[in-house]
């Protein structure tokens, strides 16, 4: 892919076996092109299409400087009762956002907070 730009049939057609779960904290991710506004499909929806169980995402555009604090509380609550060699549990992922953006109101402002998504299990 480093030659030509990687399109979301290409992410959909890959086959990924073992896709539980990914976070998408750039901006946009769960946003379809501006051209085409009655459209379904974006980055998140697409790997969600090509096999991924639990997919975050952003509607809109995220400051990294705050949004940091959401994702590190996000994967606190996610891996808090994981045990050294455990599994991940992708049914988490709604519970442990919900969780992280509850943790950080004071760091946080609400518009960024609430830019993240979970679509799937």
């Known amino acids: 892919m480093r030659d030509e730009d ?5 992410i959909m057609e890959r086959d990924i076996p073992h896709a539980e779960f990914a976070f998408l904290s750039a901006c946009h991710t769960a946003v379809g092109d501006e051209e085409t506004p009655d459209e379904v499909i974006h980055l998140a929806a697409s ?3 090509s096999g991924f ?3 975050i995402g952003t509607l809109w555009q995220v400051d ?7 994702v590190k509380a996000f994967y606190e609550n996610m891996f808090s009762d994981l045990n ?4 991940m549990d992708c049914t ?9 953006t509850h ?5 946080v402002p609400l518009e960024q907070r609430m830019v993240f998504i979970h ?3």
């Open 64 to 70: 990294d400087s705050v949004a940091q604090h959401v």
């Open 47 to 49: 790997l969600q299409f």
């Open 92 to 100: 988490k992922a709604a519970w442990a956002l919900n969780r992280a």
């Open 103 to 107: 943790a950080v109101k004071t760091k």
């Open 84 to 87: 050294d060699g455990g599994v």
């Open 6 to 10: 990687l399109t979301l049939l290409d």
């Open 53 to 55: 169980k639990s997919v």
């Open 119 to 121: 679509i799937g299990v």
